[in-house]
């Protein structure tokens, strides 16, 4: 009898599932604000990529931030091309749920949507965010550019040093860089916490302030 994957362990690239070429069909346009969630943008904007937990609340917590444009929830840094949800359950794609950040960098910082990462769920859980267990859920930052890998390295090496200080255990959040392919999820996640104002919300954080970081990243 074939045992199921173990969902705490990260998945090879040859026992990951084989995915699809077609991609998810999702709403172009965001259910709170209106804005484009599917490229193009507008001019000036800049894409953030984070994963912290379930990315239901993670999104909510993004799109309540002045100055950014559009959140979109998908699965990233994994293996499996155009993953559905239920195939990102089973530990067997890689990937982590992540939230899209697009940003208006003249409104808000790169360094401000770090420490709402920070600040927003404990980075020291592995693969595992509260009650949600799995590599789906582990703490991660991709980055699109070098001046954002710098300023998230040294984000969570200043974080680091703060939730020692607390009490807390190391840092486990993984930063990728160049960032991977970012792959839409359902229709239906996408501002989920919009849509069903009473569901689920796993996002919490350590209560430690997250120190302010030296670089600056558009």
Not at 56 to 83: D, K, L, S
Not at 146 to 168: F, K, P
Request: hydrophobic share 40%; net charge negative; proline share 8%.
């Amino acid at each position: 009898m074939r045992m199921a994957w173990d969902r705490s362990e990260m998945v090879t690239a040859e026992a990951a599932l084989p995915g699809r070429a077609e991609a998810m069909a999702v709403p172009e346009s965001h259910f709170v604000s209106g804005a484009r969630i599917v490229p193009p943008f507008p001019e000036g904007m800049a894409r953030a990529l984070f994963g912290l937990g379930c990315f239901w609340g993670a999104e909510r917590r993004f799109w309540q931030e002045p100055g950014v444009h559009a959140t979109a929830a998908g699965y990233a840094a994994g293996f499996t091309p155009n993953p559905t949800y239920e195939e990102v359950c089973t530990g067997r794609t890689g990937h982590a749920e992540v939230v899209l950040v697009v940003f208006d960098p003249a409104a808000v910082s790169y360094e401000r949507l770090l420490r709402i990462f920070w600040e927003s769920h404990d980075p020291t859980q592995g693969m595992r965010q509260g009650a949600d267990r799995g590599t789906q859920y582990r703490s991660l930052i991709a980055c699109f550019d070098e001046a954002q890998r710098a300023a998230a390295e040294a984000s969570r090496a200043a974080y680091g040093e703060a939730l020692r200080a607390a009490g807390h255990g190391a840092v486990t959040t993984e930063i990728v860089a160049p960032a991977p392919p970012f792959y839409y999820a359902e229709a239906y996640h996408q501002q989920y916490l919009a849509k069903n104002p009473g569901g689920y919300c796993g996002i919490g954080g350590t209560g430690v302030a997250c120190p302010a970081p030296p670089t600056s990243a558009r």
